[in-house]
């Protein structure tokens, strides 16, 4: 059950399936585009959408504002310093602005930077420093049915190879993503994360964390590992640490925050450069672009993310959701991750072509039938025309991310997006795919208009 109990409530916004067609086309078939009132139950992200606690609330009431040296900043210290490790804390609004300040001091032209799987932002940041943002999961961490308990993990002969063929000299410091978001939400073991180091040791190359679901891998550990049984999550965490050079953080996930993040190092020259930088770009030292109060709740909530009854009905909530799903037939990444269900939507929509976008037509169909709001992971975020040749480029899976906000929805929520879901299911073969009929050039997803194209395929069968 929920542990925790309801003391403020939101309203859940209702609406019927006529005004939900209605929404739909005028946000052009673009989820990002309906306004968030419309919407019945939101998992387009587990980022930022948390629940606070009262203790947190409470927290935010001992803000202290000072420009320099709030209490808030000290006491944030300490929490990060106690749970992580690292010397170096810099805070940050969210967690891209640390791995850009991180990126721009380390990364440079002919530069490599490899980690399980980039996330885009890192990817982004690694690439706008001119840098190369190099992938070295696992074979099986790309595979959607491979049941595996560490689906994460880094291939350390990809990892030797890329060492390899780009020269230790010019990785300036390796990442690794945990739990790994963009293969699925699936962790690391400690096992690899400890050969890994190892490896890099071997060239001396740095190891960074990026951390932002960090407890969700602790507890995987935890339950999967055989010697991590009767550990605390706090020692898990603080072991995972131990084995890196430093972290970036969104403090939007296991921070369990609206808006925070921070950078952890235990190189004081690269301390230095960084904290010069935050004060040209995000601001001074001990607030980094945040209020003293969000540094308040920020520190409590990284202590409560380490909470075993809160981890263990966070984890078996969303792997719930999946069960209810697999149990329905509806094609699912395998196993289930830790903030995210991964609907598979080539599986779920073979008759629809990639160019018409099947996981985006998904997504609008999960809305359409009960207003639930996923995320398009698949040709329409990925996907388009290879700068050189112009051919036509898809990613490798078509996926619809339902991400599941920490202590927002309970148990009852969950049975009505799978019951949602599955109502789509049944009716699968009715739906139909998506033309583009506005695209910026890049990041296309975000502004994106479409239309079906069912008066088309209406045409052609007449
Ligand atoms: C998500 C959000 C953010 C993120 C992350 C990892 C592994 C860094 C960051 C950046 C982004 C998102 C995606 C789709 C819709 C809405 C939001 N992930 N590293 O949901 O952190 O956002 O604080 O700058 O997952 O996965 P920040």
Redesign the pocket.
Known sequence: MEPFKIKVVETIPQTSRRERRQILEEAGYNL?AIPADRVTIDL?????TAAMSDRQWAGIMLGDESYAGSKNYYHFEETVREIFGYKYVIPT???????NLLFSVLVKKGTAVPNNIH????RANVEFNDGLALDCVIDAGLDPNADLPFKGNMDLKKLEGVIRQTGASNIPLCLM?I????GGGQPVSMENIRKTRKLLDQYGIPLYF?A??FAENSFFIKERETDYRERSILSIAREIFSYGDGC??????DGLVN???FLCTNDRELSQSITNLLILHEGFPTYGGLAGRDLEAMAVGLREVLDENYLSFRIRQVQSLGDMLHKRGVPILRPTGG??IYVNAGAFLPHIPREAFPAQALACAFYEEGGVRG?E?GSL?FGGNDKTTGEAKHPELEMV?L?VPRRVYTTRHMQYVAETIAAVYERRESIQGLEIVYEAPVLRHFTARLRPLEEQNAKVRN
């Open positions: 990002f387009l992200t587990d980022s930022g609004h969210q967690g891209r602005v640390a791995e996330f885009d932002t890192t993503t739990t790994n978001n963009s990026d932002c679901r970036t953080m969104s403090a939007k996930k808006m925070g993040g903030h995210a995320v992971i975020m991310r991400a």
